[in-house]
């Protein structure tokens, strides 16, 4: 674990977030740290944060003062959300129950401000996550250039949500671009490699061909498209959500529906669609004229041609 280093776990927690008591008894959060970790583990590799932990107990290492404070932050703030969530309604012998203070000063939060205060630390979160991606990406780090995730972008056309953000709007965000990692592979091995047939490869080492960028908007867009049928809507930036409502008439503070991002995924799939013609055409060179679909008749005539 990387907190509680001499036993001030509770004080660390209060630094890193900026609201949990540092008076706390650290045991009742602990395992929603380990919890926490688990979940950034799978985002940033397991040597990643070993290296991390390891600055931390050892304290004598130079220059990972920084990334062991990167590491912290999204566990910590995953894990007070947590307990924060468990500690609304206490559980007891005789059912669950709603904890009033004595002296009528305190009053028990709306359903909506404990959504609001939920999606606060939860944004707040990614933007932790966000900010350690970023940081492993330009320090170059050997062990996060050999995770998995890292690796896996690597034989891929688009290789960070930087360059995802180009085709589509996730607003860069490096947690969002990780998650779509396996949909990525699987868009680019099943459609948009066979579509685009022999000399795929050269693609991955072009730069700045018209071809590549056509295959790329379509790889983008169906991969969002696929996202948004399988994984949960909240794992999706705030902010592309809440584009795709203003898009679409509603207020920025209603949340997409199944139906909406039903649509939203079918409408990106045709895009994508659209995309793939215009990377065939492209590759072989070819105008693409569109073929008028009815004959051109004159009002003059007292014919008409069908």
């Known amino acids: ?30 395992m929603d740290i380990e919890d926490a970790t688990d979940e950034l583990i799978q985002v940033i590799g397991r040597t990643v944060y070993d290296k991390a932990e390891k600055a931390y107990r050892s304290g004598s ?3 990972m003062n920084k990334l062991v404070e990167l590491v912290q932050r999204p566990i910590a703030l ?27 000063t305190d009053k028990i939060p709306w359903e909506w401000q404990l959504d609001r205060d939920d999606s606060v630390h939860l944004q707040a979160y990614y933007s932790a996550v966000e900010r350690l991606i970023r940081w492993l990406n330009e320090s170059k780090d050997k062990d996060w250039q050999n995770s998995d995730a890292y690796r896996h972008a690597a034989g891929l056309l688009i290789r960070s949500g930087r360059e995802f953000d180009t085709y589509f709007p996730i607003s860069q965000s490096e947690r969002m671009y990780i998650l779509l990692l396996p949909f990525l592979r699987e868009v680019q091995i099943a459609s948009v490699a066979p579509s685009f047939g022999e ?15 056509a295959a790329s908007k379509a790889l983008a867009l169906l991969t969002m498209s696929v996202a948004l049928r399988r994984m949960p809507l909240q794992l999706i930036p705030y902010s592309v959500v809440q ?6 008439g509603m207020a920025d503070s209603q949340p997409a529906s199944l139906a909406d991002t039903q649509r939203m995924a079918a409408i ?12 065939k055409q492209l590759r072989d060179g070819t105008s693409g004229e ?10 003059t005539n007292k014919y008409f041609r069908v």
């Open 61 to 63: 290492e130079k220059g």
């Open 243 to 248: 584009g795709f409502n203003a898009a679409n």
């Open 199 to 213: 000399g795929f490869a050269s693609l991955l080492e072009s730069d700045t061909s018209d071809v590549k960028y």
């Open 268 to 279: 990106l799939e045709a895009d994508a669609s659209e995309w793939m013609e215009r990377m």
């Open 78 to 104: 995953l894990a007070t959300l947590h307990y924060f969530q468990r500690n609304d309604v206490s559980h007891e012998d005789s059912g669950r129950k709603v904890k009033l203070s004595s002296d009528g």
């Open 1 to 30: 674990m990387i907190f509680n280093l001499d036993n001030q776990g509770a004080a660390e927690l209060r630094r890193m977030t900026g609201n949990y008591y540092a008076g706390n008894d650290f045991s009742a959060i602990e």
């Open 290 to 299: 569109d073929i008028s679909l009815l004959p051109s008749n004159s009002k």
